[in-house]
């Protein structure tokens, strides 16, 4: 039996819920009343052995009653037995900070065939931690089965309890689980719950989640109360075949196998209450006031599609122009604890990615938000590379950074984010640092810094550029030089797409009395276009596409000549002349002091 498998369902898991309100009336007993009660319960059962078989020691009773005495029942049904290894192994730890390590609590059920001496009930918990000036606010549940007791044993004295169900037998937990872990969890651990932990496989993939594998991993020694004998305390009824310390090779990321698309869900997922605490993160990073329900929505900023009116923004504000990148937009919100691509809808996933800061010495980026559009390069000889191209920077190690001018935002992505970690790598690279190595090549994905030009590359962006890309492309974006980060819709943010590539989704529905309803998605609600209608083709069977998005082109924008012709025109204004004139004066005497050296 497995203090964290659940067995194939038993039937005393229905018995249990059965009776697991049991306890829902119950006082809190005092250490006293227990006492009284647990003897109460010994003379009790001493009394029936003495009855049926006379006496004899407790365990080898236990076991009879296990092996040949399968129906015999309790008053709360089948006997149910501790875990294997549960009875010897310590109750509870010293405290890591305000963590209190300790075995799973076994409920009442459990006490025909735990000793009263041996019990330990989330009862006795609560006092012995009392005892010690502790109260408990938070339980972790790491077992994977809800037959030990009941939650609500917790929550009705208003304790938290939080489960994460951790496999345990021949499966080491999965990434979520390792999520909401610590790294530095393993040293600490070992120092106040000697030994820490002893099983290779674990600590092994603990690395491979971090991407770093030591040269040599050293576990300390299967302790004493773990006796050969007994089974695996996270394993089922079986014996243990991984005590001894065996190497399982850490598992490498198998995304290079795979074939990778646009459409994948990249990392884990994150609890919902780290969620809401790191949109709470973004919020402060992008200096927005929460409030109700805009908390919930995503506050990327968002560009606008060019048109005759807005194009006359280009002659008043100086403008860079770059590729619009077809792939996935993610703002990246970059932690000591982790990285977190956050989508559109505003949800956040875990990847495990590494950015040191400027200065080595300083260790991690925390709290650093930047923007940018996941794509899939498709490399001669290579194959699909996963590629995440960052064109923005909001915040940089906890300081927002949204009312620097775009130029400078631009500029921090690779000061900051791209040369350290260019850096970093080659140090590895060339075996500068030492173990555990950081293997950058287990990452899902790689980080750029996405290239911008002066409006006058327009035409070489657009007839060369793109063309050569290794990933698609629908058009272009406009982008203030001198802006500031604007979140959600930014009027002065400007798209500009191919004209088979401009389009509208609308969700099409047939209503009673064959009415048509036309919805547009505004921010994840649904919007009914009032009075509007879709023609369709006469052979188009209109209850067939009902609930169905439909698309419909734009043809009424700024065709490529168009543009081209008023970015002409825009480049000899004297705002982009005089500008034009100093970027050339710079890069010379760059090349000057260049060639000088
Ligand atoms: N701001 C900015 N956005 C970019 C850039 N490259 C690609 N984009 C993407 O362009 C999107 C805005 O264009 P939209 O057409 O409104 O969004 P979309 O996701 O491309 O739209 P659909 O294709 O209709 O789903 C942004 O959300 C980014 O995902 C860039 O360099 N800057």
Not at 4 to 21: F, I, K, M, R, T
Not at 340 to 366: A, K, S, W, Y
Not at 387 to 414: C, G, N, Q, T
Not at 571 to 581: H, I, S, T, V
Request: negative net charge.
């Amino acid at each position: 039996m497995d203090l964290n498998a659940s067995p194939s369902p038993e039937e005393d898991d229905q018995l249990y819920e059965e009776h697991a309100d049991f306890s829902q009336n119950e006082h809190a007993e005092s250490a006293v009343e227990i006492m009284r009660r647990e003897r109460e319960e010994r003379r009790r059962k001493l009394k029936r052995e003495h009855h049926d078989d006379g006496a004899r020691p407790y365990r080898q009773q236990i076991r009879n009653d296990n092996n040949m005495n399968q129906n015999k029942t309790t008053r709360y049904g089948r006997i149910k037995e501790p875990p294997q290894g549960w009875l010897d192994c310590p109750g509870s730890g010293e405290p890591i900070d305000r963590i209190v390590p300790s075995k799973v609590p076994l409920d009442e059920t459990f006490n025909e065939s735990v000793p009263a001496g041996k019990r330990y009930s989330s009862k006795q918990v609560v006092n012995k931690q009392r005892k010690a000036g502790r109260d408990i606010g938070l339980v972790i549940d790491l077992t994977n089965t809800t037959r030990y007791y009941s939650p609500t044993e917790w929550t009705r004295q208003g304790t938290k309890h939080v489960k994460i169900a951790c496999k345990g037998r021949d499966a080491v937990p999965d990434n979520e689980s390792v999520n909401t872990f610590v790294y530095e969890a393993l040293n600490m651990f070992a120092q106040r719950r000697p030994p820490g932990i002893y099983k290779s496989d674990y600590i092994q993939a603990l690395y491979s989640f971090y991407h770093e594998i030591p040269e040599n991993i050293v576990c300390p020694p299967t302790p004493e109360w773990k006796r050969p004998s007994d089974l695996d305390l996270n394993g089922e009824a079986k014996e243990d075949d991984d005590d001894g310390n065996g190497d399982a090779a850490p598992s490498p990321n198998h995304e290079d196998d795979k074939v990778i698309t646009n459409d994948d869900v990249l990392g884990d997922a994150v609890p919902y209450d780290q969620q809401d605490f790191l949109r709470s993160i973004c919020f402060r990073l992008l200096e927005l006031v929460p409030s109700g329900r805009t908390n919930a929505q995503f506050p990327g900023s968002h560009p606008v599609s060019l048109n005759s009116e807005n194009l006359q923004i280009l002659r008043q504000r100086y403008y860079y122009a770059t590729w619009k990148a077809d792939g996935t937009r993610y703002m990246m919100l970059i932690t000591r604890d982790g990285c977190f691509l956050i989508d559109r809808n505003f949800c956040f996933r875990r990847v495990q990615m590494r950015f040191p800061l400027r200065n080595p010495n300083e260790g991690f980026h925390h709290y650093t938000l930047i923007d940018g559009e996941m794509i899939v390069d498709t490399v001669p000889d290579l194959g699909l590379k996963r590629r995440y191209l960052a064109y923005d920077l909001m915040a940089l190690h906890s300081h927002s950074k949204v009312k620097l001018p775009f130029s400078e935002r631009w500029k921090l992505i690779d000061d900051e984010i791209i040369r350290p970690r260019y850096h970093d790598k080659g140090q590895f690279d060339s075996g500068a640092k030492g173990s555990p190595s950081y293997r950058y090549d287990m990452e899902l994905f790689s980080v750029r810094r996405k290239d911008f030009w002066q409006l006058s590359a327009v035409n070489k962006i657009l007839k060369e550029f793109i063309p050569k890309l290794c990933h698609e492309s629908d058009g272009l974006i406009l982008q203030g030089w001198d802006d500031p980060y604007v979140t959600r819709t930014h009027e002065g943010l400007l798209k500009w797409k191919y004209p088979e590539m401009n389009s509208v989704d609308f969700l099409f529905e047939i209503g009673s009395e064959n009415r048509q309803f036309i919805f547009l998605y505004e921010r994840g609600r649904k919007k009914l276009m009032d009075g509007a209608r879709v023609a369709f083709p006469d052979e188009v069977d209109l209850s067939s596409i009902s609930g169905k998005i439909v698309m419909r082109s734009i043809t009424d924008n700024i065709t490529e000549d168009k543009l081209l012709e008023e970015i002409y025109e825009i480049m000899n204004l004297p705002m982009y002349a005089d500008r034009k004139a100093k970027v050339h004066q710079r890069s010379m005497a760059h090349h000057a002091q260049q060639r000088r050296r």
